[in-house]
């Protein structure tokens, strides 16, 4: 279990890109992410990186994971930098 409560607070947006239409996914992914430290009602379905800004969570599914990752900057350009901040076994 990873604990990602502490990129709650400075997370406005948490978005979940799950790359796929399987509804059942979408929701197993859901709950492996509420197991973590990430409410549900905060996650919203979105594929939009360029919405996201500094500090707001970007997950998306890489078989059979899910990868957590922290934009650390935003540049003007709309170019979105992001680091990865956990691997959750699906």
Do not use: C, H, W
């Not at 997370?11 to 996914?25: M, V």
């Not at 360029?50 to 935003?74: E, N």
């Amino acid at each position: 279990m990873v604990d990602l409560s502490s990129y709650l607070a400075s997370a406005s947006k948490i978005f979940l890109a799950p790359n796929t239409s399987d509804q059942e996914l979408v929701d197993s992914a859901k709950e492996r992410l509420a197991e973590n430290g990430i409410p549900q009602d905060r996650i919203e379905i979105n594929y939009d990186m360029q919405a996201l800004g500094t500090g707001d969570l970007y997950i998306s599914y890489d078989p059979p994971d899910l990868v957590v990752r922290v934009v650390y900057d935003k540049k003007p350009s709309g170019l979105v930098k992001m680091k990865s901040a956990a691997l959750i076994r699906l």
